[in-house]
């Protein structure tokens, strides 16, 4: 086990770095603390939350057993004695996406800043099975590991002040989906027809931390149809 190192984040909440650098053994780590919490909570644990290289776990001070920072340190530490739980295959979701340039207008900046043409930017996007690490920015927004730095371009020097939902986007070597309008300051390099957040379901995320993603490409004509769905 790397080593874990714990940081206040607010009077109720903590953060437990694992490192510095993802990986999926560190990943793992995450995943198998945030089930253990959740199974076998500590009085007043609200919940936890995963991100690339920590966990923030949040709690209610009142009714919290744990009534120091130090305290709290040993008793999650105590966690990690525990047997790990079993943790069930991962869902692998397949989103497809339109890599049209109508749909995907900074393609040619992707390509042309890794000398590639268009169509090998999209196999190199296409091909790797993405892990979702945890969501962020805008509710249901995916960051997702594994993409090849082949294609890792810097985000945009002006943010556009909005992109459509279901817009892809690379970041250095970062990838993500945009669930709803949003601003956006990644390169947009094509456009999911698949809704991502419904605030009328439960839960309302397609995605969730610890699922994979596997984005495969359609025509622009198969994207009009889907969303004439």
Known sequence: MHN????????????????????????????????????????????????????TIYYDLRISEPRSFSHLCRVIDSYFQQTD???????????????????GPDLDEVAQTNNLTIEK?????????????????????PFLSGMNTSIA?????????????????????????????????WQIIGRTPVSLLKLTEDPPTLLHPGDRVQFYSITKQQFDAWEEK
């Not at 739980?85 to 749909?103: F, N």
């Not at 930017?121 to 945890?134: A, D």
């Open 121 to 141: 930017v999209i196999q190199l996007h296409t091909e790797p099975t993405y892990n979702v690490c945890f969501l962020g920015f805008s509710p249901g927004f």
């Open 153 to 185: 371009t810097p985000r945009k020097s002006t943010p556009r002040k909005q992109v459509a939902a279901g817009s892809v986007g690379i970041a250095g070597v970062q990838t993500g989906v945009y669930p709803s309008p949003s601003p956006a300051g």
């Open 4 to 55: 874990i190192t714990y940081s206040p984040l607010s009077e109720q909440a903590i953060i437990v770095e694992f490192g510095d650098q993802w990986s999926v053994e560190i990943y793992e780590q995450i995943l198998q603390l945030s089930k253990k919490l959740t199974l076998t909570p500590f009085p007043g644990f609200i919940e936890a939350v995963p991100a690339y290289t920590t966990l």
């Open 85 to 103: 739980q079993h943790i069930k295959e991962p869902r692998t979701i397949a989103i497809p996406v339109c890599y049209d340039r109508t749909l």
